[in-house]
């Protein structure tokens, strides 16, 4: 059902893919999205799925027959408050860990640090994920 309690800010992100049901599966499985709503013809690049990452974050995930080798996005960065086992959850779907979480300390322009605790990982169809749990 398409439902969301945001008003003001990003309705979605569009990620196209070459296997929509693999990748619309890794994102409910893996990544604990919920199935919002689905549209278009089997098979054809308007067949699109819309998935809520919490709190109305729509990732919308279409099917595409263009030729390229991974997901369309440099990355997408999921907020996550148990890093280990949202990656063990993630790979269990069929994500690749891209190395170990690594804690950063990062100095903004305005002087704050931002720490967080982050880790990629590779999705199924090639797109890139990076969790981030605020510390």
């Not at 979605?12 to 199935?35: M, P, Q, S």
């Not at 067949?47 to 997408?76: P, R, T, Y």
């Not at 804690?103 to 720490?115: C, F, N, Q, T, W």
């Amino acid at each position: 059902m398409y439902t969301t309690n945001k008003r003001i800010g990003i309705h979605h992100v569009c990620l196209k893919t070459c296997d929509l049901a693999r990748t619309v599966a890794f994102y409910i499985e893996g990544l604990g999205a919920r199935f919002v709503v689905e549209w278009g013809t089997d098979e054809g690049n308007d067949h699109a799925v819309l998935v809520d990452l919490g709190d109305g974050d729509f990732i919308e995930i279409f099917q595409s027959n263009e030729s390229f080798s991974a997901g369309k996005w440099q990355h997408v960065a999921v907020r996550t408050d148990d890093i280990e086992s949202s990656l063990v959850k993630a790979e269990a779907a069929g994500g690749i860990r891209k190395g170990q979480p690594l804690d950063a300390d990062i100095p903004a322009h305005s002087g704050e640090i931002v720490r967080m605790r982050f880790c990629f990982l590779e999705a199924p169809c090639g797109e890139m994920i990076e969790f981030i749990q605020d510390r």
